[in-house]
């Protein structure tokens, strides 16, 4: 089955400042790489997504890249703010078919400084 | 207007004891999924299900069912609760691939 590594577990970074968080993924196959934010208490919420036949989307400050070839995907947060500050977890995805779930990194805790 | 909605919010129940948690999407997917998320934040999925077949991750016990009375609903039938079932449950839907949203979640403490 898919296994996706996600780092850094924590992130801290200067308001203002760019975050990167980083994701790699095993299975070839995968073909849809979202990710999601999640504040304290809710649920997750995506954020952005791309697929296998896209190498980089943006919208306003969030953005991400993916490699096929290394089989590894990014997030980048520029101007980074205070309400950034959440878990944010990347996740892979195959479409099959079938009913076919996500299979999540670990989560990166992503504290913006004031 | 909430798209996907789980109850109850929290729950809290003794061991051994039989609980469900209810699901309901209002978006017209076709695919619903439970995710749990245990005390580290890690998230993995438990079931998904649309009208043709239910996915059942093999290291989830069979004391956890799921049961869909129409597409728009994916309940969850906990029986003989453990201790090590406390965690919060997610459910989630997508059409196809497309539009996963998530639940606000149900925390789940067993005593």
């Known amino acids: 089955g898919e296994n996706v590594e996600q780092h850094p577990s924590t992130l801290s970074v200067q308001e203002g400042d760019s975050a990167v968080i980083k994701c790699t993924y095993s299975d070839s196959a995968s073909n849809y790489f979202p990710w999601y934010k999640q504040e304290l208490g809710k649920g997750p919420q995506l954020i952005i997504d791309?697929?296998?036949?896209?190498g980089e989307k943006k919208d306003q400050r969030i953005a991400v890249t993916l490699n096929k070839t290394a089989k590894h995907f990014s997030l980048h947060i520029t101007e980074t703010q205070p309400e950034d500050s959440a878990v944010y977890f990347c996740a892979a995805s195959y479409a099959g078919g079938g009913a076919d779930g996500l299979t999540f990194g670990k989560g990166t805790h992503l504290i913006i400084q004031p | 207007d909430t798209a996907v909605s789980q109850t109850p919010k929290y729950l809290v129940t003794q061991m051994g004891n039989d609980k469900s948690i209810k699901c309901e999407q209002n978006l017209g997917h076709d695919t619903m999924y439970w995710y749990k998320q245990d005390s580290k934040k890690f998230l993995k999925i438990m079931f998904s299900?649309?009208?043709?077949?239910?996915?059942i991750n093999e290291t989830v016990p069979n004391r956890f069912s799921p049961k869909s009375p129409d597409k728009a609903h994916l309940n969850l039938h906990i029986n003989s609760l453990e201790l090590g079932d406390s965690a919060v449950y997610f459910c989630a839907s997508s059409q196809g691939q497309h539009g996963y949203t998530f639940g606000s979640g149900t925390r789940l403490t067993v005593v």
């Open positions: 299900y649309n009208n043709k077949e239910l996915i």
């Open positions: 791309i697929r296998s036949n896209v």
